[in-house]
T-cell receptor, first 117, second 112 residues
């Protein structure tokens, strides 16, 4: 089973709203990721959590706040977003095999389509 | 600087024929390469991967070839089926790093 689930599937929010995206996996993976994908572009990495600790932040604006409550869950808290933040937000997970010569396949969820008005 | 490039934005292939998708990379530190398939409004689905210690990996109808000296990899799909119509992304990572670098994607259309 390589399933990553994400909720909600669609989200519409105003620029003053606070909302959260949720991601869950039960594969025992210890690394979880948030990506942002705009139309006709490849996914862009936002954050990486490894063993529940934030290991990579790709200079993402503070209006995006990630949280990893436990090894199976990953949240992305949204506040004061801009219309240009409208995109497909993808969560992924992997075993977190690190080090030269080791391979680590990332498995993606279906995404949350976010629209900021 | 685009470290992973898919120079063909689109490819059209007849059903039953071979589809060949290409990907070039510039970073010699990359040692793990993956192909993902993506339908509209869905997350990428992992297809097949290859480590730099190999030059070929096969899984059913899908075969990935890696030419390290040319910094080039390709995905072969044979025979192509209508359900293969999607956008295909090539991705790479290096030295066990968790960051995947994606190409721009190639839209594959399989014609009946």
């Amino acid at each position: 089973d390589t399933e990553v689930t994400q909720t909600p599937k669609h989200l519409v929010m105003g620029m003053t709203n606070k909302k959260s995206l949720k991601c869950e996996q039960h594969m025992g993976h210890r690394a979880m990721y948030w990506y942002k994908q705009k139309a006709k572009k490849p996914p862009e990495l936002m954050f990486v959590y490894s063993y529940e600790k934030l290991s990579i932040n790709e200079s993402v604006p503070s209006r995006f706040s990630p949280e990893c409550p436990n090894s199976s869950l990953l949240n992305l808290h949204l506040h004061a977003l801009q219309p240009e933040d409208s995109a497909l937000y993808l969560c992924a997970s992997s075993r977190s095999s690190q080090g030269p010569g080791l391979t680590d396949t990332q498995y993606f969820g279906p995404g949350t389509r976010l629209t900021v008005l | 600087d685009q470290q992973v490039k898919q120079n063909s934005p689109s490819l059209s292939v007849q059903e039953g024929r071979i589809s060949i998708l290409n990907c070039d990379y510039t970073n010699s530190m990359f040692d793990y390469f993956l192909w993902y398939k993506k339908y509209p409004a869905e997350g990428p689905t992992f297809l097949i991967s290859i480590s730099s210690i190999k030059d070929k990996n096969e899984d059913g109808r899908f075969t990935v070839f890696l030419n390290k000296s040319a910094k080039h990899l390709s995905l072969h799909i044979v025979p192509s089926q209508p359900g293969d119509s999607a956008v295909y992304f090539c991705a790479a990572s290096g030295q066990g790093a968790q960051k995947l670098v994606f190409g721009q994607g190639t839209r594959l259309t399989i014609n009946p």
